[in-house]
């Protein structure tokens, strides 16, 4: 507590509901994000562009994330199961998107969870995607780059 208070004092805290704090301090617990926002604050890059039919059933695979998948999701890529108060536009560095090279229906994405880049290959469906793409967030471990 002396601790706390010595980092953030305790009597500054009744200008906040106690849902504030737990945002403030823990991120959004309970990520949403809708394609728009999608569109706008994350990166195609390297082979994908926001045009592009692969980056397009990635946006469609996301919005469609129940809230148990979007965490698994943002765990995968950002290391955290949250996002910062705020929401993806104040994910840093801003969520990238790049053409995994040489993979096809049968690979799975990767991710550089430090710097929130995640390789995704060019599937040819949104179910293939769909499937790979949640095998991946449920997978723990580090061999699958």
């Not at 039919?53 to 995968?76: C, D, H, I, Y």
């Not at 599937?123 to 293939?128: A, F, G, L, R």
Request: aromatic share 10%; with cysteine.
């Amino acid at each position: 507590r002396q601790g706390f208070n010595t980092v953030f004092p305790l009597d500054k805290l009744g200008a906040f509901t106690p849902n504030e704090v737990r945002t403030m301090l823990c991120g959004d617990q309970d990520p949403v994000f809708t394609r728009e926002e999608i569109m706008k604050y994350t990166e195609p890059k390297l082979g994908y562009s926001k045009e592009s039919p692969g980056f397009l059933r990635f946006v469609n695979v996301l919005v469609e994330m129940t809230g148990s998948e979007r965490k698994a999701f943002l765990q995968f890529t950002t290391g955290c199961s949250s996002l910062p108060p705020g929401g993806l536009a104040n994910l840093h560095p801003r969520l990238t998107v790049v053409r995994k090279i040489d993979a096809g229906d049968g690979s799975f994405p990767s991710v550089n969870t430090c710097v929130h880049y995640l390789k995704l290959p060019d599937y040819s469906s949104e179910e293939v995607l769909r499937e790979r793409l949640l095998a991946a967030t449920n997978e723990k471990g580090f061999h699958l780059n």
